[in-house]
C-alpha cells in the first residue's frame, strides 16, 4: 500500500510508469488506466459496434487482454495507440456495425455541388465563423450536436474521424489500429470533416 | 502567372483538397495551387478556417464521466483474471504474471 500512496503524492504517472506497475499485478494501477482510458475506449469502440451494451463488452475484453497481454506490449507506440488496437480487432470480431458489403467510400463530391456556379465558383460568399463566436462555440452546446452528426456518418468516417479529430492519433496510428491505407484514412477524414461542417454551419455562421 | 495559377483551380476543386493540404500530403506544385487559390478567394479561405474549427471543436467532444460502479465491475474483474482471491494484498508481484490465470 505505502508506494501507491506515495506517487499519488507526486505528479500525475505516466503510461509507462503504471503500466510497470501494473506488470507487477497492482491494482491500484489497473484502476488508473481504466479511470484514464476508459472514457476513450468506449467512444472507439462505439464507433464500430452496434450498441452501447456491446460497446461496454468489448472494452471489458480489451481490458482483460491488456492484463492477459501486458508482456507483449513493447512501448514502440504510444499505450493509447496499443490499446485501440485490441479494441478494434475485438470489437470487429464481435460485430461491426458496418455491412460487409459496404462501399468503403461512396464517392462524389464533399461539399454539395448545388453551392457551385457552372464554372465551379462558389454561388453565395462563404460567411466566416470567427470572433464572436466563442459564446456560440460553448462545448456544452455544441457537444451533444457533434456527437450526434459523429453517430451519423458513416462507420468508416465515423472511426477515422474519432480517432484523428476526437482522440487525437497522428494519421500514423489511425491507419495501424484501423488497418487502411494512409490515402483511404485521408479520403474517409476528408469526408467525415466535410460533413461535419455542414453539420456546424447553420449554428455558427452570420446570424 | 500568378493568375493563371489561379484560374487553374476552381472553388469547387479546390475544396477538396483541404484535407490533403491540412495533412501535408499535397506535392509542392499542388501546395503553390492551392494556397495561390485561397489567396484570391475568400470564399475558399473561410471554409478552410471553417474546417480548421469544426477540427477544433471535435477535439471538445468529451467523452462521458466513467460512473464509480463500472469502476468497480472492472475492479472485480481484475481480481478474477489475476486469479487470485478479491480483497487480498493486490502487491504481489511474485505471483505468476500472466501465464497462468485461468479463472
Given at each position: 500500500m505505502g508506494r501507491a500512496v506515495l506517487l499519488r503524492c507526486g505528479a500525475v504517472e505516466t503510461d509507462v510508469e503504471l503500466l510497470g506497475r501494473l506488470r507487477g499485478g497492482d491494482e491500484e494501477a489497473f484502476v488508473a488506466l481504466v479511470t484514464r482510458y476508459?472514457?476513450?475506449?468506449?467512444?472507439?469502440?462505439?464507433?464500430?459496434?452496434?450498441?452501447?451494451?456491446?460497446?461496454?463488452?468489448?472494452?471489458?475484453?480489451?481490458?482483460?487482454?491488456?492484463?492477459?497481454?501486458?508482456?507483449?506490449?513493447?512501448?514502440?507506440?504510444?499505450?493509447?495507440?496499443?490499446?485501440?488496437?485490441?479494441?478494434?480487432?475485438?470489437?470487429?470480431?464481435?460485430?461491426?456495425?458496418?455491412?460487409?458489403?459496404?462501399?468503403?467510400?461512396?464517392?462524389?463530391?464533399?461539399?454539395?455541388?448545388?453551392?457551385?456556379?457552372?464554372?465551379?465558383?462558389?454561388?453565395?460568399?462563404?460567411?466566416?465563423?470567427?470572433?464572436?463566436?466563442?459564446?456560440?462555440?460553448?462545448?456544452?452546446?455544441?457537444?451533444?450536436?457533434?456527437?450526434?452528426?459523429?453517430?451519423?456518418?458513416?462507420?468508416r468516417q465515423r472511426q477515422v474521424v474519432t480517432l484523428r479529430d476526437v482522440e487525437g492519433l497522428s494519421s500514423e496510428d489511425a491507419c495501424a489500429v484501423l488497418g487502411i491505407s494512409a490515402g483511404n484514412q485521408r479520403?474517409?477524414?476528408?469526408?467525415?470533416?466535410a460533413r461535419l461542417r455542414t453539420v456546424l454551419e447553420p449554428r455558427l455562421g452570420r446570424p | 502567372m500568378p493568375r493563371l495559377l489561379r484560374r487553374d483551380l476552381v472553388c469547387q476543386?479546390?475544396?477538396?483538397?483541404?484535407?490533403?493540404?491540412l495533412e501535408g500530403a499535397l506535392s509542392r506544385r499542388?501546395?503553390?495551387?492551392?494556397?495561390?487559390?485561397?489567396?484570391?478567394?475568400?470564399?475558399?479561405?473561410?471554409?478552410?478556417?471553417?474546417?480548421?474549427?469544426?477540427?477544433?471543436?471535435?477535439?471538445r467532444v468529451e467523452p462521458e464521466d466513467l460512473d464509480p460502479e463500472a469502476r468497480r465491475d472492472l475492479t472485480d474483474l481484475y481480481r478474477r483474471w489475476r486469479g487470485g482471491s478479491a480483497g487480498g494484498d493486490t502487491h504481489g508481484a511474485g505471483d505468476g504474471g500472466n501465464g497462468g490465470n485461468e479463472p
Amino acid at each position: 500500500m505505502g508506494r501507491a500512496v506515495l506517487l499519488r503524492c507526486g505528479a500525475v504517472e505516466t503510461d509507462v510508469e503504471l503500466l510497470g506497475r501494473l506488470r507487477g499485478g497492482d491494482e491500484e494501477a489497473f484502476v488508473a488506466l481504466v479511470t484514464r482510458y476508459q472514457g476513450s475506449l468506449l467512444r472507439v469502440a462505439r464507433s464500430i459496434v452496434p450498441t452501447s451494451a456491446v460497446a461496454e463488452e468489448v472494452v471489458q475484453d480489451t481490458w482483460m487482454g491488456v492484463v492477459r497481454g501486458i508482456d507483449s506490449f513493447e512501448g514502440r507506440s504510444s499505450l493509447k495507440t496499443w490499446l485501440f488496437r485490441i479494441l478494434v480487432n475485438r470489437a470487429r470480431s464481435a460485430g461491426a456495425r458496418e455491412r460487409p458489403t459496404a462501399p468503403l467510400d461512396p464517392g462524389g463530391p464533399s461539399v454539395d455541388p448545388a453551392r457551385f456556379d457552372g464554372g465551379g465558383a462558389w454561388k453565395e460568399p462563404v460567411a466566416p465563423w470567427t470572433d464572436d463566436t466563442d459564446a456560440r462555440l460553448d462545448a456544452a452546446t455544441l457537444g451533444p450536436v457533434l456527437r450526434a452528426a459523429l453517430d451519423e456518418l458513416p462507420d468508416r468516417q465515423r472511426q477515422v474521424v474519432t480517432l484523428r479529430d476526437v482522440e487525437g492519433l497522428s494519421s500514423e496510428d489511425a491507419c495501424a489500429v484501423l488497418g487502411i491505407s494512409a490515402g483511404n484514412q485521408r479520403i474517409l477524414l476528408h469526408r467525415g470533416r466535410a460533413r461535419l461542417r455542414t453539420v456546424l454551419e447553420p449554428r455558427l455562421g452570420r446570424p | 502567372m500568378p493568375r493563371l495559377l489561379r484560374r487553374d483551380l476552381v472553388c469547387q476543386q479546390a475544396v477538396e483538397l483541404v484535407t490533403a493540404y491540412l495533412e501535408g500530403a499535397l506535392s509542392r506544385r499542388q501546395r503553390r495551387r492551392f494556397e495561390a487559390h485561397l489567396r484570391g478567394c475568400p470564399n475558399c479561405s473561410a471554409y478552410l478556417e471553417q474546417i480548421r474549427v469544426t477540427i477544433a471543436l471535435v477535439g471538445r467532444v468529451e467523452p462521458e464521466d466513467l460512473d464509480p460502479e463500472a469502476r468497480r465491475d472492472l475492479t472485480d474483474l481484475y481480481r478474477r483474471w489475476r486469479g487470485g482471491s478479491a480483497g487480498g494484498d493486490t502487491h504481489g508481484a511474485g505471483d505468476g504474471g500472466n501465464g497462468g490465470n485461468e479463472p
